[in-house]
């Protein structure tokens, strides 16, 4: 029996150091890599430091998708048990991933594509501000700032809204560019220009003012005729057709075109992506060579046929392990320090690889088969001598058979487009029972 006792400590040991512990470190040390290392075969030093080109290339993260939890997410009671273990676990794995999986890698810049709240713009203020103080303690933005590493933003669905409420809740706009910046804007990365846009104003009405801000922001990039590459910045990806495949590294259906309008001003209550018209306008202003998104919540790689050529979009997945991608992601993007005329072409300045993080609800799993596994063994321990070894075997082999079974599969929650419209829907309109209501107001929630 202590020979069991300890097999079982040891068991338990070496599982909780792996799924608190280990399993955050395994990107860094052997699965990711920046991609323009990657690309060589001579290196012989580490992937992370990049100290091959140590002036070649700028090192920049993308995480997307956070969307805390808050009351508004599972539709549980503010404050109560449930959702505040949700919230902890949920908080504890992004923390993890970005201090141990993330930063590891040292990059230079970081750049957040959207949806840090999930009740963003309907939470009052002190809510709001509740939940921008876990924002800061999961990313640790004052050490970042200490470190000098450049972060930037860009606005989410889920921090201000759709079109229809862009006007309707200008304090929650102002109370985001007062803590974020503004939302429309372009920077340096290397020998890289970074556009970044507010993707949810594009399709409002052509006379609001937050629409036409953002396309003349638009128009004014595009009267910049230099031959700098550029990355477009969008939270909502651009549009497809319909049934476009995402490539090998996405885990949930695909989810096609869909867009709600207000009944009364056909302002936008929920999309999926941009319209075609507007990602048409879009991709001949701006001219990008790549395109970087979030907003989908899975992974996804598109390639966009515009007068300009061919231009390939990278849809991160959600760095959060409860927003219904089984497999959460973030990307390293190596932008190049080196005039672009001394380049071949736009793949040598701009290269990305897509990084992945441990898949959580595995492990959770694991827990709990181990707990049964602790309880059932010593019921089960032969005292006929037969070799215990023989009943561990039969039972790992049938533990294995269920986490690899379709049924935790199918138990992951998906970001499906029926799903997904009513979730958002009943949110982000500020709690509209219907998609076609004929007055839509705005949220009752007063801001200070």
Not at 12 to 18: G, H, K, M, P, Q
Not at 67 to 74: A, R
Not at 392 to 417: A, P, Q
């Given at each position: 029996m202590w020979n069991l006792t300890a097999f079982l400590c040891v068991l338990?040991?070496?599982?909780?150091?792996?799924g608190e512990m280990f399993a955050f470190w395994v990107p860094p040390l052997w699965t990711c890599s920046w991609p323009h290392l990657s690309r060589s075969s001579t290196t012989s030093s580490s992937p992370m430091n990049g100290v091959e080109y140590p002036g070649d290339y700028v090192k920049v993260a993308v995480v997307?998708?956070?969307?805390?939890?808050?009351?508004?997410?599972?539709?549980?009671?503010?404050?109560?048990?449930?959702?505040?273990?949700a919230q902890f676990y949920t908080d504890l794995f992004m923390r993890r991933a970005f201090m141990a999986s993330v930063l590891p890698f040292k990059p230079n810049v970081i750049l957040f594509l959207g949806d840090y709240f999930d009740g963003g713009f309907i939470l009052s203020d002190e809510e709001w501000q509740e939940s921008l103080s876990r924002f800061k303690r999961i990313f640790d933005l004052n050490m970042l700032e200490g470190a000098n590493i450049q972060v930037y933003y860009i606005p989410g669905n889920h921090d201000i809204g759709y079109a229809a409420f862009l006007s309707r809740t200008p304090e929650a706009i102002r109370r985001y560019e007062d803590e974020f910046g503004t939302r429309n804007y372009r920077f340096t990365v290397g020998k890289v220009d970074f556009i970044a846009i507010d993707a949810q104003a594009l399709d409002g009405h052509s006379q609001g003012s937050q629409t036409s801000a953002t396309?003349?922001?638009?128009?004014?990039?595009?009267?910049?005729?230099?031959?700098?590459?550029?990355?477009?910045?969008?939270?909502?990806?651009?549009?497809?057709?319909?049934?476009?495949?995402c490539g090998p590294q996405r885990a949930s259906p695909v989810i096609n075109q869909r867009v709600s309008r207000a009944a009364h001003n056909q302002e936008i209550l929920y999309q999926n992506y941009i319209t075609e018209?507007?990602?048409n306008n879009l991709l001949d202003l701006i001219r990008p060579v790549l395109i970087l998104s979030g907003h989908d919540h899975d992974q996804c790689t598109v390639t966009h046929m515009s007068k300009h050529g061919p231009i390939r979009e990278h849809t991160v997945g959600t760095i959060s392990w409860q927003q219904g991608n089984l497999y959460p992601s973030f990307?390293?993007?190596?932008?190049?320090?080196?005039?672009?005329?001394?380049?071949?072409?736009?793949e040598d300045a701009i290269s990305t690889h897509l990084c992945f993080l441990p898949v959580q609800l595995y492990i959770y799993i694991w827990y709990l088969c181990l707990f049964v596994l602790t309880l059932?063994?010593?019921l089960l321990w032969p005292t006929s001598g037969m070799r215990f070894s023989n009943h561990?075997?039969?039972?790992?082999?049938?533990?294995?058979?269920?986490?690899?079974?379709?049924?935790?599969?199918?138990?992951?929650?998906?970001?499906?487009?029926d799903e997904n419209c009513e979730y958002d829907m009943i949110w982000d309109a500020g709690r509209i029972n219907a998609p076609y209501q004929e007055?839509?107001?705005?949220?009752?929630?007063?801001f200070k």
């Open positions: 338990w040991a070496a599982s909780l150091l792996y997307t998708d956070p969307q805390m939890m808050d009351k508004t997410s599972l539709h549980l009671a503010p404050k109560s048990l449930a959702l505040e273990i396309w003349n922001f638009i128009k004014n990039v595009s009267k910049d005729t230099s031959l700098t590459p550029r990355v477009l910045l969008t939270h909502i990806p651009l549009y497809r057709p319909d049934e476009t495949s018209e507007a990602t990307m390293l993007l190596s932008a190049t320090n080196l005039s672009f005329p001394n380049a071949s072409g736009p059932l063994v010593p561990f075997g039969d039972l790992m082999g049938y533990i294995r058979s269920l986490i690899s079974s379709h049924i935790f599969r199918g138990g992951t929650k998906e970001k499906n487009d007055n839509l107001e705005a949220p009752s929630y007063k």
